[in-house]
Protein backbone atom coordinates (compact mmCIF):
# COMPACT_ATOMS: atom_id res chain seq x y z
CA UNK A 1 0.00 0.00 0.00
CA UNK A 2 1.45 3.53 -0.81
CA UNK A 3 2.01 6.39 1.20
CA UNK A 4 0.68 8.78 -1.09
CA UNK A 5 -2.76 7.09 -0.51
CA UNK A 6 -3.09 8.59 2.31
CA UNK A 7 -2.83 12.31 1.58
CA UNK A 8 -5.05 15.16 1.38
CA UNK A 9 -5.94 18.99 0.56
CA UNK A 10 -5.85 20.87 3.71
CA UNK A 11 -6.00 24.86 3.74
CA UNK A 12 -3.48 26.06 6.15
CA UNK A 13 -6.39 28.01 7.59
CA UNK A 14 -7.85 25.06 9.67
CA UNK A 15 -4.33 24.54 11.41
CA UNK A 16 -5.57 24.99 14.80
CA UNK A 17 -3.04 27.71 16.92
CA UNK A 18 -4.66 27.32 19.95
CA UNK A 19 -7.25 25.03 22.00
CA UNK A 20 -10.88 25.75 22.62
CA UNK A 21 -12.26 26.84 25.69
CA UNK A 22 -13.39 25.05 27.57
CA UNK A 23 -11.87 22.44 26.21
CA UNK A 24 -14.69 20.23 25.65
CA UNK A 25 -16.44 22.86 23.89
CA UNK A 26 -14.53 21.51 20.78
CA UNK A 27 -16.19 20.39 17.34
CA UNK A 28 -16.37 16.18 17.51
CA UNK A 29 -16.84 14.18 14.33
CA UNK A 30 -18.50 11.02 15.18
CA UNK A 31 -17.76 7.78 12.56
CA UNK A 32 -20.24 5.13 12.48
CA UNK A 33 -18.07 3.50 10.36
CA UNK A 34 -20.16 -0.05 10.06
CA UNK A 35 -23.21 2.29 9.05
CA UNK A 36 -21.49 4.90 7.34
CA UNK A 37 -23.00 7.52 9.15
CA UNK A 38 -21.32 10.86 9.58
CA UNK A 39 -22.75 13.30 12.86
CA UNK A 40 -21.72 16.45 13.63
CA UNK A 41 -21.60 17.08 17.40
CA UNK A 42 -19.93 19.20 20.15
CA UNK A 43 -17.36 16.88 22.13
CA UNK A 44 -19.11 17.41 25.44
CA UNK A 45 -21.93 15.38 23.57
CA UNK A 46 -19.41 12.03 23.66
CA UNK A 47 -20.75 11.25 26.92
CA UNK A 48 -23.68 10.19 24.84
CA UNK A 49 -22.02 7.21 22.96
CA UNK A 50 -21.11 5.94 26.58
CA UNK A 51 -22.87 3.10 28.39
CA UNK A 52 -22.86 2.12 31.86
CA UNK A 53 -19.99 -0.78 32.57
CA UNK A 54 -17.90 0.41 29.83
CA UNK A 55 -14.64 1.88 30.03
CA UNK A 56 -12.46 4.57 29.02
CA UNK A 57 -8.88 4.17 28.71
CA UNK A 58 -6.22 7.39 28.30
CA UNK A 59 -2.87 7.80 28.42
CA UNK A 60 -1.65 9.65 31.23
CA UNK A 61 1.91 10.71 30.47
CA UNK A 62 3.07 14.06 30.92
CA UNK A 63 5.00 16.20 28.31
CA UNK A 64 8.42 17.13 29.78
CA UNK A 65 10.01 20.61 28.46
CA UNK A 66 12.13 18.76 26.30
CA UNK A 67 13.60 21.61 23.91
CA UNK A 68 16.84 22.98 25.44
CA UNK A 69 18.77 25.65 23.45
CA UNK A 70 22.54 25.58 24.03
CA UNK A 71 26.02 26.00 22.23
CA UNK A 72 28.69 23.93 21.33
CA UNK A 73 31.38 23.98 24.08
CA UNK A 74 34.36 24.02 21.11
CA UNK A 75 32.59 26.68 18.78
CA UNK A 76 29.99 28.42 20.42
CA UNK A 77 27.69 27.18 17.25
CA UNK A 78 24.24 26.85 18.29
CA UNK A 79 22.30 23.80 19.13
CA UNK A 80 18.86 22.92 19.70
CA UNK A 81 18.41 20.07 21.83
CA UNK A 82 14.93 17.85 21.78
CA UNK A 83 15.04 15.05 24.71
CA UNK A 84 13.27 12.18 23.45
CA UNK A 85 13.96 8.59 25.00
CA UNK A 86 15.42 8.39 28.66
CA UNK A 87 17.51 5.44 28.05
CA UNK A 88 19.42 5.54 31.72
CA UNK A 89 19.21 8.22 34.56
CA UNK A 90 21.44 10.81 32.55
CA UNK A 91 21.62 8.96 28.89
CA UNK A 92 18.95 10.14 26.55
CA UNK A 93 18.16 9.56 22.78
CA UNK A 94 17.82 12.92 21.70
CA UNK A 95 16.97 14.89 17.90
CA UNK A 96 19.68 17.68 17.24
CA UNK A 97 19.37 20.64 15.04
CA UNK A 98 22.63 22.98 14.51
CA UNK A 99 24.20 24.75 11.27
CA UNK A 100 27.09 22.11 11.54
CA UNK A 101 27.17 18.82 12.55
CA UNK A 102 27.13 17.41 15.78
CA UNK A 103 29.45 14.67 16.27
CA UNK A 104 30.35 12.23 18.76
CA UNK A 105 32.65 13.41 21.26
CA UNK A 106 31.09 17.20 20.87
CA UNK A 107 29.92 19.19 24.16
CA UNK A 108 26.88 21.16 24.19
CA UNK A 109 26.33 23.81 27.01
CA UNK A 110 22.87 25.18 28.50
CA UNK A 111 23.08 28.32 30.31
CA UNK A 112 26.58 29.53 31.01
CA UNK A 113 27.11 25.72 32.17
CA UNK A 114 24.62 25.12 34.29
CA UNK A 115 23.77 21.93 32.42
CA UNK A 116 26.26 19.92 29.91
CA UNK A 117 25.74 17.05 27.07
CA UNK A 118 28.26 14.90 25.79
CA UNK A 119 27.45 13.07 22.36
CA UNK A 120 27.95 9.26 23.33
CA UNK A 121 26.81 7.85 19.97
CA UNK A 122 24.57 8.17 16.83
CA UNK A 123 21.12 6.80 16.60
CA UNK A 124 19.80 4.80 13.70
CA UNK A 125 17.27 7.50 13.12
CA UNK A 126 19.69 10.31 12.48
CA UNK A 127 19.55 11.24 16.58
CA UNK A 128 22.04 11.36 18.83
CA UNK A 129 22.53 9.26 22.15
CA UNK A 130 23.76 12.35 24.82
CA UNK A 131 25.29 11.88 28.41
CA UNK A 132 24.31 15.05 30.56
CA UNK A 133 26.47 16.58 33.71
CA UNK A 134 24.61 19.29 36.20
CA UNK A 135 24.66 19.53 39.98
CA UNK A 136 21.26 19.19 41.52
CA UNK A 137 18.16 17.75 40.34
CA UNK A 138 17.65 16.81 36.66
CA UNK A 139 14.08 17.60 36.53
CA UNK A 140 14.15 20.80 38.16
CA UNK A 141 17.11 21.92 36.34
CA UNK A 142 15.19 21.07 33.18
CA UNK A 143 11.74 22.60 34.14
CA UNK A 144 14.25 25.52 34.30
CA UNK A 145 15.97 26.10 31.21
CA UNK A 146 13.52 23.78 28.99
CA UNK A 147 10.91 24.93 26.93
CA UNK A 148 7.49 23.02 25.63
CA UNK A 149 8.04 21.03 22.40
CA UNK A 150 5.10 22.52 20.68
CA UNK A 151 5.08 20.75 17.02
CA UNK A 152 6.15 22.62 14.18
CA UNK A 153 2.94 23.58 12.44
CA UNK A 154 2.27 25.54 15.91
CA UNK A 155 3.62 29.11 15.38
CA UNK A 156 2.24 30.84 18.52
CA UNK A 157 3.84 30.84 21.82
CA UNK A 158 1.46 29.32 24.61
CA UNK A 159 0.22 31.59 26.71
CA UNK A 160 0.04 28.93 29.35
CA UNK A 161 2.16 26.12 28.69
CA UNK A 162 -0.33 23.93 30.70
CA UNK A 163 -2.80 24.21 27.39
CA UNK A 164 -0.35 21.47 26.12
CA UNK A 165 -0.99 18.73 28.79
CA UNK A 166 -3.97 17.17 29.31
CA UNK A 167 -5.67 17.33 32.62
CA UNK A 168 -5.21 14.40 34.11
CA UNK A 169 -1.23 14.45 33.29
CA UNK A 170 0.86 12.64 35.61
CA UNK A 171 3.51 10.51 34.48
CA UNK A 172 6.77 12.66 33.10
CA UNK A 173 8.47 11.60 30.31
CA UNK A 174 6.94 12.55 26.51
CA UNK A 175 7.90 14.73 24.05
CA UNK A 176 4.74 15.26 22.97
CA UNK A 177 1.14 15.38 24.41
CA UNK A 178 -1.34 13.02 23.47
CA UNK A 179 -3.78 15.46 21.66
CA UNK A 180 -6.83 13.55 21.77
CA UNK A 181 -6.94 13.84 25.56
CA UNK A 182 -6.47 17.55 25.28
CA UNK A 183 -10.55 17.74 25.02
CA UNK A 184 -11.37 16.43 28.20
CA UNK A 185 -12.43 18.48 31.48
CA UNK A 186 -12.85 17.26 34.82
CA UNK A 187 -16.32 18.20 34.11
CA UNK A 188 -17.06 16.07 31.40
CA UNK A 189 -14.61 13.05 33.18
CA UNK A 190 -16.95 13.34 36.04
CA UNK A 191 -19.96 13.08 33.71
CA UNK A 192 -18.65 10.07 32.31
CA UNK A 193 -17.89 8.55 35.76
CA UNK A 194 -21.69 9.16 37.16
CA UNK A 195 -23.15 7.18 34.12
CA UNK A 196 -21.30 4.44 34.91
CA UNK A 197 -18.19 4.75 33.18
CA UNK A 198 -14.96 3.26 34.22
CA UNK A 199 -12.01 5.32 33.83
CA UNK A 200 -8.44 3.84 33.49
CA UNK A 201 -5.20 4.73 32.93
CA UNK A 202 -2.15 3.41 31.18
CA UNK A 203 1.30 5.37 30.47
CA UNK A 204 3.30 5.95 26.64
CA UNK A 205 5.53 8.05 26.51
CA UNK A 206 5.02 10.00 23.67
CA UNK A 207 8.15 10.28 21.21
CA UNK A 208 9.90 10.12 17.49
CA UNK A 209 6.90 8.93 16.19
CA UNK A 210 4.90 11.54 16.54
CA UNK A 211 7.64 13.89 14.57
CA UNK A 212 9.35 11.24 12.75
CA UNK A 213 7.66 11.25 8.93
CA UNK A 214 7.13 8.17 6.84
CA UNK A 215 9.74 8.46 3.88
CA UNK A 216 9.43 5.49 1.88
CA UNK A 217 7.04 4.79 -0.87
CA UNK A 218 5.16 1.96 0.15
CA UNK A 219 3.71 1.45 4.15
CA UNK A 220 4.79 -1.60 5.03
CA UNK A 221 8.49 -0.55 4.64
CA UNK A 222 8.13 2.17 7.60
CA UNK A 223 10.06 1.40 10.38
CA UNK A 224 8.29 2.92 13.73
CA UNK A 225 10.69 4.08 16.76
CA UNK A 226 10.32 2.55 19.95
CA UNK A 227 8.05 4.29 22.93
CA UNK A 228 7.99 3.25 26.71
CA UNK A 229 4.54 2.26 27.88
CA UNK A 230 3.15 0.52 31.09
CA UNK A 231 -0.06 -1.07 32.04
CA UNK A 232 -0.74 -1.83 35.86
CA UNK A 233 -2.35 -4.60 37.10
CA UNK A 234 -5.61 -2.23 38.38
CA UNK A 235 -5.82 -0.99 35.02
CA UNK A 236 -5.78 -5.12 33.43
CA UNK A 237 -8.45 -5.97 35.21
CA UNK A 238 -10.80 -3.58 34.90
CA UNK A 239 -9.92 -3.87 30.93
CA UNK A 240 -10.53 -7.54 31.09
CA UNK A 241 -13.68 -6.96 33.21
CA UNK A 242 -15.11 -4.85 30.65
CA UNK A 243 -14.70 -7.52 27.76
CA UNK A 244 -15.63 -10.09 29.84
CA UNK A 245 -18.94 -8.52 30.54
CA UNK A 246 -19.58 -7.74 27.05
CA UNK A 247 -19.29 -3.98 27.34
CA UNK A 248 -16.90 -1.56 25.17
CA UNK A 249 -13.37 -0.18 25.60
CA UNK A 250 -13.05 3.00 24.08
CA UNK A 251 -9.51 4.17 23.62
CA UNK A 252 -8.42 7.78 23.48
CA UNK A 253 -6.06 8.58 21.02
CA UNK A 254 -3.22 6.32 18.99
CA UNK A 255 -1.04 6.10 21.75
CA UNK A 256 -3.70 4.38 24.09
CA UNK A 257 -4.62 2.31 20.88
CA UNK A 258 -1.01 1.11 20.56
CA UNK A 259 -0.04 0.26 23.91
CA UNK A 260 -3.65 -1.50 24.09
CA UNK A 261 -3.41 -3.47 20.93
CA UNK A 262 0.70 -4.23 22.10
CA UNK A 263 -0.12 -6.00 25.87
CA UNK A 264 -3.29 -7.29 24.16
CA UNK A 265 -3.86 -11.32 23.55
CA UNK A 266 -5.89 -12.58 20.50
CA UNK A 267 -9.01 -12.72 22.10
CA UNK A 268 -8.79 -8.89 23.31
CA UNK A 269 -7.55 -9.99 27.34
CA UNK A 270 -4.93 -7.58 28.11
CA UNK A 271 -1.91 -8.36 30.80
CA UNK A 272 -0.12 -5.66 33.26
CA UNK A 273 3.50 -5.15 31.13
CA UNK A 274 6.20 -2.48 30.64
CA UNK A 275 8.56 -2.55 27.99
CA UNK A 276 9.50 -0.68 24.74
CA UNK A 277 6.67 -0.76 21.84
CA UNK A 278 7.14 -0.27 18.00
CA UNK A 279 4.10 -1.73 16.88
CA UNK A 280 2.91 0.05 13.30
CA UNK A 281 -0.82 0.09 13.02
CA UNK A 282 -1.93 0.18 9.04
CA UNK A 283 -4.82 -1.20 6.97
CA UNK A 284 -5.23 -5.02 7.29
CA UNK A 285 -4.39 -4.84 10.89
CA UNK A 286 -6.93 -6.81 12.98
CA UNK A 287 -7.74 -4.90 15.91
CA UNK A 288 -7.66 -7.19 19.38
CA UNK A 289 -8.84 -5.13 21.93
CA UNK A 290 -10.47 -1.34 21.44
CA UNK A 291 -13.95 -0.56 20.29
CA UNK A 292 -13.64 2.63 20.03
CA UNK A 293 -11.22 5.42 19.18
CA UNK A 294 -11.21 8.82 19.79
CA UNK A 295 -8.52 11.13 18.08
CA UNK A 296 -7.87 14.25 16.21
CA UNK A 297 -7.39 14.89 12.66
CA UNK A 298 -3.77 13.83 11.16
CA UNK A 299 -1.19 14.99 8.83
CA UNK A 300 -1.50 13.67 5.55
CA UNK A 301 0.89 10.17 4.86
CA UNK A 302 1.27 10.44 8.54
CA UNK A 303 1.43 6.96 10.64
CA UNK A 304 -1.63 8.25 13.00
CA UNK A 305 -4.11 8.55 9.81
CA UNK A 306 -2.53 5.33 8.93
CA UNK A 307 -4.01 3.45 12.18
CA UNK A 308 -7.42 5.75 11.96
CA UNK A 309 -7.84 3.80 8.20
CA UNK A 310 -6.81 0.62 10.36
CA UNK A 311 -9.92 1.05 12.47
CA UNK A 312 -12.14 3.06 10.15
CA UNK A 313 -11.72 1.19 6.94
CA UNK A 314 -9.46 3.69 4.49
CA UNK A 315 -12.62 5.04 2.53
CA UNK A 316 -14.65 5.58 5.35
CA UNK A 317 -11.44 7.94 6.96
CA UNK A 318 -10.88 9.76 3.74
CA UNK A 319 -14.84 10.52 3.56
CA UNK A 320 -14.35 11.41 7.08
CA UNK A 321 -11.81 14.42 6.60
CA UNK A 322 -13.45 15.45 3.87
CA UNK A 323 -16.21 16.44 5.82
CA UNK A 324 -14.25 17.86 7.91
CA UNK A 325 -12.37 19.80 5.39
CA UNK A 326 -15.89 21.06 3.44
CA UNK A 327 -17.30 21.70 7.00
CA UNK A 328 -13.98 23.54 8.59
CA UNK A 329 -13.21 21.49 11.53
CA UNK A 330 -10.04 22.36 13.31
CA UNK A 331 -7.54 20.02 12.77
CA UNK A 332 -3.83 18.95 14.47
CA UNK A 333 -2.79 19.00 17.91
CA UNK A 334 -4.99 21.83 19.14
CA UNK A 335 -7.80 20.77 16.64
CA UNK A 336 -11.06 19.23 16.56
CA UNK A 337 -11.68 15.56 17.70
CA UNK A 338 -13.25 12.82 15.95
CA UNK A 339 -15.04 9.67 17.90
CA UNK A 340 -14.87 6.24 15.86
CA UNK A 341 -17.15 3.24 16.74
Known amino acids: MKVEEFDFDLPEELIAQKPAEPRDESNLLVVKKD??????????????????????????????????????????????????????????????????KVKVDTTIVFADGRLEAEVKDL????????????????????????NMPLPPYITRELDEPDKYQTVYAEKRGAA??????????????????????????ITLHVGL??????????????????????????????????????????????TTTRTLET?????????????????????GYEFKNIDALITNFHLPESTLIMLVSAFA??????????????EEYRFYSFGDGMLLI
Open 35 to 100: QGVLEDKVFKEIVDYFNPGDTLVRNNTKVIPARLFGQKKETGGKVEVLLLNQKELDTWEVLVKANG
Open 123 to 146: TDFGGRVVEFEYEGVFEEILDELG
Open 176 to 201: AAPTAGLHFTDRLLNKLKEKGVNIVD
Open 209 to 254: GTFRPVRVEKIEEHDMHSEYYEVSAEAAEIINQTKEEGNKIFAVGT
Open 263 to 283: VADEDGYVKADKGWTDIFIYP
Open 313 to 326: GKEETMKAYQHAVA
